[in-house]
């Protein structure tokens, strides 16, 4: 049997006590990892002083994991330099936030080389290797460079922008010819796919044949591959939650009575249309003042990327329109945005979703959102909650029935908020019915075999995602496992190992360089 290696730019590690988000990605890749028995290399999160010439394997388990330091001068040209104030906003379609500097470019491609480097003498002739995202473009190209023949997949869990926008980063054409090193790489949605695909064809010359591209000697599939969560265990948490009335839930829900409650879960990042969406929660306010004092909306929002200045402003951005709009519009005996920087459980969250009567999730850009997923998969099935989505959310091609609206536009989701409250129970059944399906059907293990299948060459359905305004057909939410496979669809290509094992791997002219640094 094959044996699996995943890379990604942060590892977290069971011997060192860190803790992996119970039903996140992380807890699916260790659990592929330990079906197959694999390996998990990456960053250890941590700086020292010299860059390592080696790593140490440990084994947990099934799982061998093998991480590396960074030095503080790659911790900043190449998670927060190149990766986090060029690629993160350029991806998201965000080229006046974009800042590029050759600095971080050179330590990027410097920090790819290195773990190319320490990678592959623990690797062996029959592993399958899985990249994980954005920090990470060029690996392939690094261990083709230095004979890596194995299958290679890669997976994006960000947008990929059409090449009017990638093109504008200064050596788009050779960073974008490095993907050609993969054998499959899998997006988000075939729109990220088509523009994947149309920026190798404009931007390094490459040839396209249905979902396959070609640069330089090497072949490519790229194909959609929504990624899902673990439905049953979050609605078992949500279930568990509410009962258990822990403080969390107590000390949120409380003070609100019988108050309806709005809810916003997100990472404080500009994608996720924080400070647009309080906005429109005011705009809701002031255009129907029937509601004050009947509703409130609970924003959590735990900070990332502190070190990055944009974030920083964020922050003090959401507090200051948080604090606007409260003043203007709160009551001595109700507050109308409460805002919460912090992380919490997995299990108060679960909780918090089950009791708010609107989902609100309405990020500028993003490659999927799965705290779109995490509303619908809470819910109460005989009572549930309505989800207003983003159209710029990945999600939103497979959950039509949401309320979809355009973060753009405030007055649409002041509206879509009323719609959401006033709307009828037969009503959200029925939508939160079709919600269920598809989220149920194209669930985390799904998503996990069916990109696995797919690298390994076995040919397995490519299955499809629902467009828009297009739901899935009915199934009965009650009757639904989780556990549902997609039915058979041919339109899409299959990465099989004959269709690549003719391609030699790139050679050394075709990889990039680093440009000198200044
Ligand atoms: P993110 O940008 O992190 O992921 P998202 O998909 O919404 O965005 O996932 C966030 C996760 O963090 C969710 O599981 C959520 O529950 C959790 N979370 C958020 N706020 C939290 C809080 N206060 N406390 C505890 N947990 C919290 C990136 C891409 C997405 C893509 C995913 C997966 O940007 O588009 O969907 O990867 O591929």
Redesign the pocket.
């Known amino acids: 049997m094959m044996r699996l290696v995943v890379v990604s730019n942060r590892v977290t590690m069971p011997e060192r006590g860190e803790k992996v ?1 119970a ?3 992380a807890v699916a890749l260790r659990s592929a990892l330990e079906e197959h028995g694999g390996l998990w290399f990456g960053w250890s999160g941590a700086t020292k002083a010299e860059p390592a010439s080696s790593v140490e394997p440990i084994r947990h388990g099934k799982v061998t994991y093998a991480v590396t330091d960074l030095t503080e001068a790659e911790r900043q040209s190449y998670y927060l330099g190149f990766a986090n104030r060029a690629l993160w906003p350029l991806m998201h379609y965000r080229l006046g936030l974009t800042e590029f500097t050759r600095t971080d470019y050179a330590g990027y491609l410097g920090v790819n080389r290195r773990f190319a480097r320490l990678l592959i003498p623990l690797l062996k002739p029959d592993d399958i290797i899985w990249i994980h995202d954005y920090h990470l473009i060029p690996l392939a190209a690094e261990l083709r460079r230095r004979g890596v023949t194995n299958r290679i997949g890669y997976f994006h ?3 990929w922008p059409p090449a009017e926008v990638f093109g504008a980063l200064p050596f788009s054409s050779t960073l974008i010819s490095t993907m050609a090193a993969y054998d499959l790489i899998g997006m ?1 949605t075939p729109n990220d796919v088509a523009n994947l695909i149309s920026g190798m064809v404009a931007l390094c010359g490459a040839q396209r044949e249905g979902n396959r591209v070609r640069a330089g000697q090497r072949e490519a599939v790229v194909q959609a591959f929504p ?1 899902g ?1 673990d439905v049953e265990a979050f609605r078992k948490l949500a279930v568990a939650s509410m009962r258990a009335a822990t403080q969390p839930i107590r000390a949120t829900t409380g003070p609100l009575g019988s108050r309806k409650l709005v809810i916003g ?3 404080l ?1 500009y ?2 249309g924080i400070v647009q969406r309080l906005e429109a929660f005011g705009t809701f306010l002031r255009n129907h003042p029937e509601h004050r004092g009947a509703v409130g909306l609970l924003q ?3 900070p990332s990327r502190s070190d990055v200045p944009e974030y920083a402003e964020l922050d003090r951005m959401s507090d200051e329109v948080a604090g606007r709009l409260n003043a203007a519009l709160g009551e001595f005996d109700w507050t109308p945005i409460r805002v ?1 920087k ?5 299990s108060a ?1 679960a909780g918090l979703y089950r009791r708010a009567q609107v989902g609100l999730v309405t990020p500028m850009r ?7 997923k ?1 509303y619908v998969a809470a819910q109460n099935p005989e009572d549930p909650g309505v989800l207003i989505l983003s159209r710029f ?3 939103a091609q497979q959950l039509g029935e949401a309320l979809i609206v355009n973060p753009f536009d405030t007055h649409e989701v002041a509206e879509a908020i009323r719609t959401a409250l006033a709307m009828p129970k037969s009503e959200r059944l029925r939508r939160f019915e079709r919600l269920y399906a598809t989220i149920s059907s194209t669930d985390i293990e799904w998503w996990t075999s069916r990109y696995l299948a797919a690298l390994s060459g076995l040919d397995i359905p490519s299955g499809d995602i629902v467009p828009p305004g297009q739901p899935k057909p009915l199934r009965s939410t009650r009757k639904s496992s989780g556990n549902a496979k997609p039915t058979r669809d041919n339109t899409l290509p299959h990465a099989s190992r004959s269709a690549h094992s003719k391609f030699d791997p790139v050679p050394a002219k075709a990889l990039p360089n680093a440009p000198s640094a200044g």
């Open positions: 988000a039903g996140g990605l869990h960000i947008p988000q990624i969560i879960v997100d990472r990042d994608s996720k959590i929002a735990p919460v912090k992380a919490y459980s997995r969250l993003d490659g999927m959102n799965l705290v779109a995490e959310a990945g999600a």
